[in-house]
């Protein structure tokens, strides 16, 4: 079905890998259609749990596929918006998954690489991969990919590095919190199969909640208005079956259904 993707699956977890080695998985217009594809099937199946994003062969994205930027320099400007619009929804697709989703990053993620390391819900990179938001020496911005290193570095990190375009290193990703873990490539993916592992563990309806509860809390005032709202998600939630089941089963001693 896919051309540029490979998809994989686990038990309940399903790995999203880009196929394009050849070219350190850059992105051109063919592999952000079925990234996008991808993800919005995954997120419709039942049967997964957690889904996880990597890359084949060395890197995990150099971003931009220089033949695709190439093209897109002799676009017109309608031509321009709307390839860029089709970049911008795949990534609100991945971060908008109702599902943990896990960045597995190893090599170079660069640009967009950088991108869709932010744009997954938690990062596990491995000792020799190398981030940076490049646009800037392209004469171009990280506008789509903002909203999500934004959401994970914070503004004053994002000044310097949108506008130093400045090599990021693993260990300095994982102290701006780009990435959560920083791991020997050789245990890279035993890594991530523990973190799939952990998230497997929850209720798979408590887990979308709690990816809305963030997306509806963060960055509002501690006021009345907010004190409400978390009260009333919270009596939602707790009137669910899930919820019942999961309080009933560690009150019993036994596993939770979704175990």
């Known amino acids: 079905m896919y051309q540029t993707l490979e998809i994989e699956r686990a038990g309940k977890v399903a790995t999203i890998w880009m196929n394009r080695p050849a070219v350190f998985n850059a992105f051109d217009e063919q592999l952000i259609a079925e990234l996008t594809a991808a993800c919005t099937e995954l997120d419709?199946?039942?049967?997964?749990?957690?889904?996880?994003?990597?890359?084949?062969?060395?890197?995990?994205?150099?971003?931009?596929?220089?033949?695709?930027?190439?093209?897109?320099?002799?676009?017109?400007?309608?031509?321009?918006?709307?390839?860029?619009?089709?970049?911008?929804?795949?990534?609100?697709?991945?971060?908008?998954?109702?599902?943990?989703?896990?960045?597995?990053?190893?090599?170079?993620?660069?640009?967009?690489?950088?991108?869709?390391?932010?744009?997954?819900?938690?990062?596990?990179?491995?000792?020799?991969?190398?981030?940076?938001?490049?646009?800037?020496?392209?004469?171009?911005?990280?506008?789509?990919?903002?909203?999500?290193?934004?959401?994970?570095?914070?503004?004053?990190?994002?000044?310097?590095?949108?506008q130093s375009a400045e090599r990021i290193t693993a260990q300095r990703a994982l102290t701006i919190g780009l990435v959560g873990e920083v791991v020997e490539l050789s245990t890279l993916d035993a890594c991530v199969g523990q973190l799939a592992e952990a998230l497997?563990?929850?209720?798979?309806?408590?887990?979308?909640?709690?990816?809305?509860?963030?997306?509806?809390?963060?960055?509002?005032?501690?006021?009345?208005?907010?004190?409400?709202?978390?009260?009333?998600?919270i009596a939602r939630q707790r009137a669910t079956e899930e919820a019942k089941d999961g309080i009933a089963a560690f009150l019993d001693k036994r596993p939770p259904s979704w175990l």
Not at 50 to 68: E, M, Q, Y
Not at 114 to 142: R, Y
């Open 44 to 162: 419709a199946d039942p049967g997964v749990r957690i889904v996880v994003l990597g890359g084949r062969g060395k890197h995990f994205s150099a971003g931009a596929d220089l033949n695709w930027m190439k093209r897109a320099a002799g676009f017109t400007h309608v031509q321009n918006v709307e390839d860029a619009r089709k970049f911008a929804a795949m990534l609100r697709t991945l971060a908008g998954m109702s599902k943990p989703t896990i960045a597995r990053v190893q090599g170079a993620a660069l640009g967009g690489g950088t991108g869709l390391t932010a744009a997954c819900d938690m990062a596990v990179a491995s000792s020799d991969a190398v981030f940076s938001t490049s646009e800037v020496k392209f004469g171009i911005i990280p506008s789509a990919i903002s909203p999500y290193v934004l959401r994970a570095i914070g503004p004053r990190h994002a000044l310097r590095y949108f």
């Open 200 to 233: 497997l563990q929850g209720g798979p309806q408590a887990q979308k909640a709690a990816k809305d509860l963030i997306a509806a809390v963060n960055g509002k005032p501690i006021d009345a208005a907010i004190s409400e709202e978390t009260a009333q998600r």
